[in-house]
């Protein structure tokens, strides 16, 4: 199997702020070569230099002379010849005159070519910024091509470069200010389908501008589903009123995945692996983005670059979140569970408020998701001004009912206020085996499911007896493997949390012991988010100990979580998300485990879908939900087999 990084749709590139003279052509040309080797060296295929890095952007009044432009036009002629042994595409910044006006311009080289030449559109003439002194806009541009060497090079703002044998990897640019206009360039760009926006730049450093800056970078990636490559020119620019700080950044579909240091006088390179098939995915799921593209007019040029020696090595250039649903910065993680705890609560006030109802009946386990559940309600209830005595928390021990659940239960649904009731299911469902004839010794899935059968039949009736209705407390996660009953926990009124996938419930609800119920519940609900995953329907050991953990039988969550973000999120074939997943858990799992759990999960996700297509209404929190009204509409007979093969044959990269 491929072990290239390439071949599963990424791709390696460098944004280089490099050392920098004002005006010393040959030391920067030196410079700039130095990097664009050793970024290619690493892997990177392409390489982003600074706005006007073979002069420096802070040449002033020197850019009329005629001994700095030919300067830099020589260079441009230096680095095209030496581009024939580099396996990397680079973009490099320099004056060019042409037509009795001077163009600030980028320069696309590869493979012993200049490909095009981009000329800068918005030329900033306030503040600090004199540009429209020196140079003229790519709108008072009156050819398409330009004379170098007797070779005429296309020259516009209507160029998209496209890289033979890469069908996902169309280039184009635009120059510093052009991303401050109220209309970049870049949107049309990537509406005439370039996917990657590269950007060479001299923005100086004030207070507060590098986040507006990485706003900035981050939006437009967002809004044009690109990748976006912005490479800014460092300290060695002139100081005389200004600093430059060599801030390099790049982002993919609104997501900064990297960013280099700053106010750093040696070169400053950054290397990143950006994926390519990211960008194709969202936009064709985008009916907006596919409706505007029409009759855009660009030329596409083909550009040929050698082949790299040897594939760029691993690990990727860029973090795999082993929790894609759950951020890693703590700030973010609480901001996350708070908007999705609130959305939970909404959705259910709102149901309330349109039912009229004024009770709910769940039950309650002590386990995650019935806890998230119960909190929701009571929120809901709270933010309706409702008495939380409305709320009928239900506890039904069965055969498999540990003190530890039972006892966090029973205490969470009395500290918070509830309406608490205990009802044994033990006789019912021994009268149940007896009345179909089922050995009470054969532990198998009638066992089970008449456990969960009948607490839904006890919700369900206790929901009609008390006029009000039954809160669902199944996850996304138990949606994607199937994992509950039909006609069981499978339904209910409303599905409090459908939206919220398992590694992300344990959050939320150690968030709400620290956050909103510190004073009455915080160590009852610590102690639930440590509590192992079981449906508790097997009996329990001799000394009390549970038979039955969930992520033996059916596979780690992280795991699970990991695979339904990258399937349903982008769509990615199982090969690619084995790759990724080998990258996120290199140090937790091997390959040969990270394979069987993903059997385990298409088998499932495929062969469970008929619950899917009749689940309760529910909340969508985030960007991944499986609501069959929604975002995931499925046939209940379509089959695994083709994703199962790609599965058996993948072999990890050695």
Same mark, same amino acid.
């Given at each position: 199997m491929?072990?290239?990084?390439?071949d599963?749709g990424?791709l390696?590139v460098?944004?280089?702020?490099?050392?920098?003279?004002?005006a010393?052509?040959?030391?920067n040309t030196? %410079?700039?070569?130095a990097?664009w080797?050793?970024?290619?060296?690493s892997g990177a295929?392409?390489? $982003?230099?600074?706005?006007?890095?073979?002069?420096?952007?802070?040449?002033a009044d020197?850019?009329?002379d005629?001994t700095?432009r030919?300067?830099?036009?020589?260079?441009l %002629?230096d680095l095209?010849?030496?581009s024939?042994d580099f396996?990397?595409?680079? $973009?490099?910044?320099l004056p060019?005159?042409?037509?009795s006006?001077l163009?600030?311009?980028?320069?696309?080289?590869?493979?012993g070519?200049?490909?095009g030449?981009?000329?800068?559109t918005h030329l900033p003439?306030?503040?600090?910024?004199? @540009?429209?002194?020196?140079?003229?806009?790519a709108?008072?541009?009156?050819?398409?091509t330009l004379?170098c060497?007797?070779e005429w090079?296309?020259?516009g703002?209507?160029?998209?470069?496209h890289?033979?044998?890469?069908?996902d990897?169309?280039?184009a640019? @635009?120059i510093? @200010?052009?991303?401050?206009?109220?209309?970049?360039?870049s949107?049309?760009?990537?509406?005439?389908?370039?996917?990657?926006?590269?950007n060479p730049?001299?923005s100086n450093?004030l207070?507060?501008k590098?986040d507006y800056?990485?706003?900035?970078v981050s939006q437009q990636?967002a809004?044009s589903?690109?990748?976006?490559l912005?490479?800014?020119? =460092?300290?060695?620019?002139?100081?005389?009123?200004?600093v430059?700080?060599?801030h390099c950044?790049?982002a993919?579909?609104g997501h900064i995945?990297?960013?280099?240091e700053?106010?750093n006088?040696?070169?400053?390179s950054?290397?990143?692996d950006i994926?390519?098939?990211?960008?194709?995915q969202d936009?064709?799921r985008?009916?907006?983005?596919?409706e505007?593209m029409?009759g855009?007019?660009?030329?596409l040029i083909?550009?040929?670059?050698p082949?790299a020696p040897?594939?760029?090595p691993?690990p990727?250039q860029?973090?795999?979140?082993s929790l894609?649903f759950v951020?890693?910065?703590m700030?973010?993680?609480?901001?996350?569970?708070?908007?999705?705890?609130?959305i939970?609560?909404?959705?259910l006030?709102k149901?309330?408020?349109?039912?009229?109802?004024?009770r709910i009946?769940?039950?309650v386990?002590?386990?995650?998701d019935s806890?998230?559940?119960?909190?929701?309600a009571?929120?809901a209830?709270?933010?309706?001004?409702l008495?939380?005595?409305?709320?009928?928390?239900v506890?039904m021990?069965?055969? =498999?009912t540990t003190?530890r659940?039972?006892?966090?239960?029973t205490?969470?649904?009395e500290?918070?206020?509830?309406?608490?009731?205990?009802?044994?299911i033990e006789a019912?469902?021994?009268?149940?085996?007896?009345?179909?004839g089922? !050995?009470?010794?054969?532990?198998d899935?009638v066992?089970?499911n008449t456990?969960?059968r @009948?607490r839904?039949?006890i919700?369900m009736?206790l929901?009609n007896?008390?006029g009000?209705?039954?809160?669902?407390?199944?996850d996304?996660?138990?949606?994607a493997?199937?994992?509950?009953?039909y006609? =069981?926990?499978?339904?209910?009124m409303?599905h409090?949390?459908?939206?919220?996938p398992k590694t992300?419930?344990?959050?939320?609800v150690?968030?709400?012991?620290?956050?909103?119920?510190?004073?009455v519940a915080q160590?009852?609900?610590?102690?639930?988010? !440590?509590?192992?995953i079981?449906?508790e329907?097997l009996p329990?050991?001799?000394?009390?100990?549970?038979q039955q953990?969930t992520?033996?039988?059916?596979?780690?969550?992280?795991?699970?979580?990991?695979?339904l973000?990258?399937?349903?999120r982008?769509?990615?074939a199982?090969?690619k998300?084995?790759?990724?997943a080998?990258?996120?858990?290199?140090?937790t799992?091997?390959a040969a485990t990270?394979?069987r759990?993903l059997?385990?999960?298409?088998?499932?996700?495929?062969? %469970? %879908?008929?619950?899917r297509s009749c689940?309760?209404d =529910?909340?969508?929190v985030?960007?991944?939900?499986?609501?069959p009204?929604?975002d995931?509409?499925?046939?209940?007979d379509?089959?695994?087999t083709?994703?199962?093969?790609?599965?058996?044959?993948?072999?990890?990269?050695?």
């Open positions: 491929p072990t290239n990084p390439e599963y990424f390696r460098a944004l280089v702020s490099p050392e920098l003279r004002v010393d052509v040959p030391f030196q %410079q700039i070569l990097a080797k050793n970024a290619a060296d295929r392409l390489i $982003v230099f600074p706005e006007l890095c073979l002069t420096g952007y802070s040449c020197l850019f009329y005629r700095l030919a300067a830099a036009w020589d260079a %002629q095209r010849d030496a024939v396996p990397a595409a680079a $973009v490099v910044g060019v005159a042409t037509q006006r163009f600030n311009v980028a320069a696309l080289i590869a493979g070519q200049i490909l030449f981009v000329p800068k003439n306030y503040g600090e910024f004199y @540009e429209q002194r020196w140079f003229s806009s709108t008072e541009l009156m050819a398409d004379d060497d007797d090079i296309p020259i703002t209507d160029l998209i470069f890289i033979d044998g890469k069908p990897y169309t280039l640019i @635009e510093c @200010e052009d991303l401050w206009a109220v209309e970049p360039p949107g049309k760009h990537a509406l005439a389908g370039a996917n990657v926006i590269v730049s001299a450093e207070l507060g590098a800056r990485r706003s900035l990636s809004r589903f690109t990748a976006y912005y490479a800014s020119a =460092g300290p060695g620019e002139s100081t005389t009123d200004v430059y700080s060599g950044i790049a993919e579909n995945l990297a960013e280099s700053r106010f006088f040696e070169t400053q950054l290397t990143v994926d390519l098939e990211h960008m194709t936009r064709l985008n009916s907006s983005f596919a505007s029409a855009r007019d660009y030329r083909s550009v040929s670059i082949e040897e594939p760029p691993l990727l860029r973090r795999v979140p894609p951020p890693s910065d700030v973010r993680r609480a901001e996350r569970c708070r908007e999705i705890f609130a939970q609560a909404t959705g006030a149901r309330l408020r349109h039912t009229g109802s004024k009946i769940l039950g386990s002590g386990g995650l806890t998230l559940a119960l909190l929701a009571v929120h209830f709270d933010k309706l001004g008495d939380r005595k409305g709320i009928l928390s506890t021990p069965g055969f =498999g003190g659940t039972k006892n966090n239960a205490k969470l649904a500290v918070l206020g509830t309406e608490l009731r205990t009802i044994s019912a469902s021994r009268q149940h085996f007896a009345d179909i089922h !050995d009470e010794a054969v532990h899935v066992y089970e456990q969960a @009948e839904t039949q919700l009736n929901a007896k008390e009000g209705f039954v809160l669902g407390t199944g996304l996660s138990e949606a493997l199937g994992w509950c009953t006609a =069981g926990d499978h339904i209910s409303y409090v949390n459908v939206g919220v992300l419930v344990r959050y939320i150690d968030w709400c012991a620290d956050e909103l119920f510190a004073d160590a009852i609900l610590h102690d639930i988010a !440590d509590t192992p079981s449906p329907l329990l050991t001799d000394d009390g100990q549970l953990k992520e033996e039988t059916v596979g780690p969550y992280e795991l699970h979580d990991f695979f973000y990258q399937i349903v982008f769509g990615y199982p090969r998300v084995l790759f990724l080998t990258q996120a858990f290199a140090e799992y091997d990270i394979k759990w059997a385990t999960f298409y088998r499932r996700f495929f062969s %469970q %879908q008929f619950k689940f309760p =529910g909340p969508k985030g960007t991944v939900s499986l609501s009204r929604g995931w509409r499925m046939p209940s379509a089959s695994a083709i994703w199962l093969r790609e599965v058996e044959a993948w072999e990890a990269p050695k």
